[in-house]
Structure formats: structure tokens, C-alpha cells
């Protein structure tokens, strides 16, 4: 009986803080030579979005991405957060000072992803 009631305890736990993650809608847009995003009349597509969830002001990547850029900008575009996201790193934590919508832009060699989120 201890065994079944601790089971159901950690399936309701990890289903929980599953159901707190949630993930960021993004956009890809290709960066030309010039640093001007493209987004018609370019056929290069990228070979995988990456996935990227949000709990509180953690990000969460997937194991095994490549290395990324991060920026966070607020609503007038300023960059008011910016990192390197390397390969072995899957989480990410935001400054807690960071408050309301912001845009999130995640650049991988000549590509932009781009979504938003609220802190």
C-alpha cells in the first residue's frame, strides 16, 4: 500500500510541474550577411526549431541544441538581457527584476527565433 500511495504521490508531482512548463511559441526568420532578418524569398529553412519552455523566470532547452545567443528585449526592442546559451546548457535563469511582456530572440549562426514572453 506505501508503494502505491508513493506512486501516485510522484505521478501527481511530475505531472504537476510538468503542466507549470510552458512552452514558447517561436518564429524563424533567416539573418542575411548584413544582419537584416529575411523572411521572404530566402529557401534556406532551418534544419530544427529549437524547444524552449518557461517556468517562473527559468527557460528550459532541450538537451543537445546547439549554441545560441539570447537576448531578451522589452516592448520598445531594447536588449535588456543578453547571454550565450551553450550546447550542455538546458536551463537559463532570468533576472527577477525583469517584469511584463518581452520579446525573446534565440539566434543560431544566420537564423533568428523569435517569441515572446510574460515575467
Known sequence: MKKLLML?????????SANAWKLISLT???IHEDEQPITHGHSKSPDETPTVYIEDYTLYFEANHPEYVLNIKDEDGDV????????????????STLSGDYEIEIIDDDLLFVGWINL
Open 28 to 30: 524563424v526568420q533567416v
Open 80 to 95: 535588456v538581457y543578453t547571454t550565450v546559451v551553450y550546447s550542455a546548457q538546458t536551463q537559463v535563469v532570468l533576472p
Open 8 to 16: 501516485l504521490v510522484c505521478t501527481l508531482m511530475l505531472s504537476t
